[in-house]
């Protein structure tokens, strides 16, 4: 590649909108544009990365038992109808009419279609297991689309959908994508974990989330560091321990006036945070909802009053999970101060009416406590558990957070930001049934396929190799999804020398299958060294008269800054061979 001939429209300033780092380097270093908010065109730099990225994970698919395939990105309503999700996936789903008036969406997802196209082809045990995989264009309509590639509406999927006789079967499957994965985002050159995701109603451990460990990650990843124990923090659990048990007086109430933190009421009270139940009402009406009276009719049950230990932090993901509703936020003043008959800040369980309640364990661990009495300036001590209000409902509602025990080991957890490049989630049988999707067992006997599914987002893990590996001046690609491997930069472009020498690198790097971006353009030597450690090519390799008359060539390593000088002679095979070096160490 000629940098003269190549389409890098590079940028001093970043775009004004751009929030994240991966975003801000894309768009100078002439990688993507913007065309609508969260929808991007690849530029000709941009889609080398796309390629290569989909490059790997198509070897790694193939190497895992899968099969590409290319299904549309039209699905018809019908499909979805099937499956139930027409209904319930709500407004990220773009639905559009054809000229007929029928109804269709722009794919977000294809289980409905590969689940169609399956169940009309394979009709014997015999033909499984099937692995059937796809690099597509997906759409979803997210509330906030940002972050560039990283949350876009119009984004690039790898999506995976296995389909297997039994669970032994569809367990084998998931450990190979597993392995797959690994082994995707290690070549990659990636820092990442596989964490333990919440799979929902299936249980068990099969579904995890890969994460590239970056600060801007918008995830949580809790990990162990004596063990490999790793989760996202919507799934995370941990070991707390309970304050010292002892016997719970008579419950009293007493006056708390002009306190309300929970630190504020523990000092008043000459207790300890740990001692304290924080009563949290929260609202749980689908904010997305379309119909008021479908809202109306769930008021009944639509608050719940939350318990958890005083120095601990309700985690909303497994309490949305719990209540198996759509979302859950705090009650505004006016709903607390109508349904408990306090103000906000003095909520309590003791003689809370009409109100549904969910604790937390470290509740129900909890003697000789304290917690709000629904009432101004008061509070209540010597409040038990069990005794001084029901503890019918408790579930584990406990945000992980670091220094806390490992649920696994005795080792003590770690947090670290994430970005999740892909995800992979055993399915079973729901839309094998939904779908009436079945094959003849051994026994000729009419049975639903168990199916997994496999996604990476193709353009976030670009953004993500991004988010961890860049520096003030650029982008330091990893050497396996680089846009190109060398960048060859002709210091003097009016010097026939030095040209006629670069020329002739230029050819040798490409004969030796090298990926060379070569810079001759005829810039100064500055522009061309500030695009060089923008663009993040990983080998910059830097030809100047007075090296020329030396026989030498500057090999400069991005990432390090090191500098060496090569005999002009062995250079194309020297960086040749660091070139492959770098891929298979990853490999
Ligand atoms: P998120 O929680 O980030 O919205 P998701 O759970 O909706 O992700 P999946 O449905 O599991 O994501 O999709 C598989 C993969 O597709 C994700 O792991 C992610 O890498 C990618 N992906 C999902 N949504 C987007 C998006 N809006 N933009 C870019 N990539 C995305
Ligand atoms: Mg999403």
Not at 90 to 104: A, M, Y
Not at 169 to 184: L, V
Not at 446 to 461: A, E, L, Q, S
Request: proline share 5%; hydrophobic share 40%; with cysteine.
């Amino acid at each position: 590649m000629r940098y003269s001939e190549t389409f890098i429209p590079t940028l001093r300033d970043d775009p004004a909108d751009a929030e994240v780092v991966s975003h801000k380097l894309m768009t100078r270093a002439g990688m993507i544009r913007k065309v609508a908010a969260g929808i991007y065109t690849y530029l000709p730099l941009g889609w080398r990365v796309i390629g290569k990225v989909e490059q790997i994970v198509r070897e790694e698919m193939t190497r895992g038992g899968a099969q590409e395939l290319r299904m549309p990105a039209v699905q018809p309503a019908e499909l979805w109808r099937e499956s139930g999700r027409w209904g319930v996936y709500g407004k990220e789903l773009l639905r559009v009419n054809d000229r007929h008036d029928r109804q269709f969406c722009i794919g977000p997802t294809h289980e409905e279609v590969i689940t169609d196209l399956v169940r009309g082809e394979v009709r014997s045990y015999k033909q499984l297991p099937l692995n059937l995989y796809q690099m597509q264009t997906k759409f979803r309509d997210e509330i906030r689309p940002r972050f560039g590639l990283m949350r876009g509406r119009e984004f690039i999927m790898k999506d995976g959908y296995s389909f297997d006789a039994d669970e032994p079967g569809a367990e084998a499957t998931y450990r190979r994508m597993e392995e797959a994965y690994r082994r995707i985002f290690s070549r990659m050159g990636l820092d990442f974990r596989a964490v333990e995701a919440d799979s929902g109603q299936i249980g068990g451990s099969f579904s995890h989330e890969f994460m590239v460990l970056a600060d801007t990650g918008e995830d949580d990843v809790v990990s162990c560091t004596a063990c490999s124990y790793a989760a996202n923090s919507e799934k995370a659990t941990s070991r707390v321990a309970a304050p010292e048990s002892r016997p719970t007086p008579p419950l009293e109430s007493v006056e708390t006036p002009a306190v309300h933190s929970v630190e504020e009421v523990a000092v008043f009270l000459k207790t300890s945070p740990d001692r304290l139940i924080k009563t949290l009402i929260f609202d749980t009406a689908d904010p997305e909802a379309d119909d008021p009276a479908a809202a109306r009719k769930q008021e009944a049950d639509r608050f719940v009053a939350v318990l958890i230990r005083g120095d601990r932090e309700v985690n909303e993901v497994k309490l949305v999970n719990h209540l198996k509703v759509t979302a859950a936020r705090l009650a505004t003043d006016g709903e607390i101060a109508r349904l408990t008959g306090g103000p906000v800040g003095f909520s309590g369980p003791v003689g809370l009416k009409g109100v549904r309640i969910v604790a937390d364990h470290s509740v129900k661990a909890l003697t000789d406590a304290v917690s709000g009495a629904n009432h101004q300036d008061r509070h209540h001590v010597h409040v038990q558990p069990g005794r001084d209000f029901p503890l019918a409902d408790t579930v584990d509602l406990d945000t992980a957070r670091a220094g806390d025990g490992c649920p696994r080991c005795d080792g003590t957890l770690t947090v670290q930001r994430g970005i999740e490049v892909g995800h992979i989630f055993k399915l079973g049988t729901k839309y094998s049934q939904a779908m009436n999707a079945t094959f003849l067992d051994p026994e000729g006997k009419k049975k639903p396929f168990v199916m997994g599914c496999y996604g990476i987002g193709v353009g976030r893990t670009a953004a993500a190799a991004i988010e961890q590996n860049h520096d003030a001046r650029g982008i330091i690609w990893p050497m396996a999804i680089a846009p190109a491997q060398v960048l060859l930069l002709c210091m003097n472009m009016k010097s026939t020398p030095l040209v006629e020498a670069a020329e002739k690198l230029y050819t040798e790097l490409e004969a030796q299958g090298i990926e060379v971006l070569y810079d001759n353009r005829p810039e100064r030597a500055g522009v061309k060294l500030t695009d060089a450690e923008l663009l993040g090519i990983p080998l910059l390799l830097v030809m100047g008269d007075r090296g020329l008359e030396r026989g030498v060539v500057e090999v400069k390593e991005r990432r390090s800054g090191d500098v060496t000088e090569t005999p002009l002679a062995d250079t194309a095979a020297r960086v040749a061979a660091r070139v492959r070096e770098a891929l298979t160490s990853r490999a």
